[in-house]
């Protein structure tokens, strides 16, 4: 009996995420996730700010969900966490650029939830281990619909808030930004080969904290979009 697997690459389907004004979506091939991009938020998980350059994360692009879902609590863990955020969508090819060419690079932006099992990240945060565990799992990158910098610009400042079942948990500005998009982008580039498809969420701000089944989160980002989510029973 033949037990081999076959599989095509060209057969996979990457996720699409709505374009606000077009029928054609963004397909996500790549999803960066910027830890500790506010200070208040550092000091809330117990680091100071210091003049180090980003640390990333990655999620799998099957992570994403869209928003108005109804996702499962994920197994494993019983702290798990909610973190607002802007995230910004790559539109052009980015490699080795400045922040001021890495401007040009955005597409666009969104607002994000990284959904974390806090638990599960401290823990290998504390043996010294990857985090993967704590953050990349099925449907841990919720994603509102991808608006256009055509239409909005580059926003520099506007609210970042989110609450849960109506109380408002986080709520700060993006102008509080340790790094900015641009900075973000062109520090990126200097690892990898940007292009379309890349979406970057941009770091959450102070206020994170456990949500449990039952539970509806509102976010927004003022001035790009706002992001809902429930979350259900465990799988």
């Given at each position: 009996?033949?037990?081999?697997?076959?599989?095509?690459?060209?057969?996979?389907?990457?996720?699409?995420?709505?374009?606000?004004?077009?029928?054609?979506?963004?397909?996500?091939?790549?999803?960066?996730?910027?830890?500790?991009?506010?200070?208040?938020?550092?000091?809330?998980?117990?680091?100071?700010?210091?003049?180090?350059?980003?640390?990333?994360?990655?999620?799998?692009?099957?992570?994403?969900?869209?928003?108005?879902?109804?996702?499962?609590?994920?197994?494993?863990?019983?702290?798990?966490?909610?973190?607002?955020?802007?995230?910004?969508?790559?539109?052009?090819?980015?490699?080795?650029?400045?922040?001021?060419?890495?401007?040009?690079?955005?597409?666009?932006?969104?607002?994000?939830?990284?959904?974390?099992?806090?638990?599960?990240?401290?823990?290998?945060?504390?043996?010294?281990?990857?985090?993967?565990?704590?953050?990349?799992?099925?449907?841990?990158?919720i994603v509102?619909?991808?608006?256009?910098?055509?239409?909005?610009?580059?926003?520099?400042?506007?609210?970042?808030?989110?609450?849960?079942?109506?109380?408002?948990?986080?709520?700060?500005?993006?102008?509080?930004?340790?790094?900015?998009?641009?900075?973000?982008?062109?520090?990126?580039?200097?690892?990898?080969?940007?292009?379309?498809?890349?979406?970057?969420?941009?770091?959450?701000?102070?206020?994170?904290?456990?949500?449990?089944?039952?539970?509806?989160?509102?976010?927004?980002?003022?001035?790009?979009?706002?992001?809902?989510?429930?979350?259900?029973p465990a799988?």
């Amino acid at each position: 009996m033949n037990t081999s697997l076959e599989f095509d690459p060209q057969s996979l389907v990457l996720p699409r995420v709505p374009i606000r004004g077009s029928n054609q979506p963004y397909h996500v091939r790549r999803i960066f996730c910027v830890a500790l991009n506010y200070a208040d938020h550092a000091r809330e998980m117990g680091r100071e700010v210091s003049p180090e350059p980003p640390f990333y994360f990655t999620k799998s692009p099957f992570a994403i969900t869209h928003t108005d879902s109804v996702v499962p609590y994920p197994p494993a863990t019983a702290n798990y966490h909610h973190e607002i955020e802007l995230v910004a969508a790559i539109g052009k090819p980015a490699f080795r650029v400045s922040p001021a060419e890495a401007w040009d690079c955005v597409f666009g932006y969104a607002c994000g939830l990284d959904m974390t099992r806090r638990d599960l990240q401290l823990a290998a945060r504390d043996k010294g281990r990857p985090w993967e565990v704590g953050k990349d799992f099925e449907e841990s990158a919720i994603v509102s619909e991808i608006v256009p910098v055509s239409e909005i610009g580059h926003p520099q400042s506007g609210r970042i808030a989110a609450s849960v079942n109506g109380e408002t948990k986080q709520d700060s500005d993006i102008s509080m930004f340790i790094w900015n998009v641009a900075e973000l982008v062109s520090d990126l580039s200097k690892y990898y080969r940007l292009g379309p498809g890349d979406l970057i969420y941009t770091g959450t701000p102070h206020g994170v904290g456990p949500v449990r089944a039952g539970d509806s989160l509102h976010g927004m980002v003022a001035g790009v979009a706002s992001i809902d989510l429930r979350i259900g029973p465990a799988a």
